[in-house]
């Protein structure tokens, strides 16, 4: 087996964890059945990875850091501010389109965490780390386009990671986009009139 550095192999590992998970849920996803799904053996998998508590916080960190990339591409600014947030919401939507599995995985990630003695963080760090990536991403707006909230923005950012969670939730249970896009409308309609722009 080529020799790869660890940061690479830990990617190798997390991105395993995350089709396994995705296919057979957490509860049957094994550290054997991740290794065979990287294709490493055993030992590997567990220099990697210390605990099972670090690779379920790096497969969390890995699905929300790669729909976040895709909302800052996403935010760039628009001919209005409404546009602007719509594309915001748009570029999070499609991601979950197009990877529901993922999202699915984070609810779950979430209750097994809240259910296993000792993980409970994991599961307030999750949200924790929405609410960062919304204070985040209102800050680097506020870089690009002059404006004043209307509310504080760790509010905002809370409410977002509220929105966002619970239309997300929505939509993996009840499967309708349609309404799913009317709903993240009105989100879009209610946080652009929380911005007030100079």
């Known amino acids: 087996m080529a020799r790869m550095p ?24 094994t550290t054997r059945s991740i290794a065979a799904e990287a294709g490493v053996s ?15 916080e790096a497969v969390l960190t890995t699905i929300s850091d790669d729909y976040i990339t895709v909302v800052r591409e996403a935010i760039r600014p628009r001919a209005t501010l409404h546009e602007t947030v719509r594309a915001g919401f748009r570029a999070y939507w499609d991601h979950v389109a197009a990877h529901p599995g993922e999202h699915m995985l984070t609810y779950e990630l979430t209750q097994y965490a809240l259910r296993e003695p000792g993980f ?11 609410c960062d990536t919304y204070t985040q991403l209102l800050e680097e707006l506020g870089q690009r386009i002059d404006f004043e909230l209307l509310v504080p923005v760790p509010v905002l950012a809370r409410y977002l990671a509220a929105m966002t969670d619970g239309v997300t939730l929505n939509f993996l249970v009840l499967g309708d986009a349609a309404a799913a896009a009317d709903i993240l409308d009105m989100i879009t309609d209610h946080v652009a009139g929380l911005i007030r722009e100079r």
């Open 6 to 29: 660890l940061a690479e192999r830990r990617r190798q590992l997390t991105a395993a964890a995350i089709r396994a998970m995705t296919r057979d849920g957490v509860s049957r996803t």
């Open 42 to 56: 055993l030992s590997v998998f567990h220099y990697c990875f210390d605990s099972k508590q670090a690779l379920l």
């Open 120 to 130: 409970e963080h994991l599961a307030r760090r999750q949200y924790a780390l929405y």
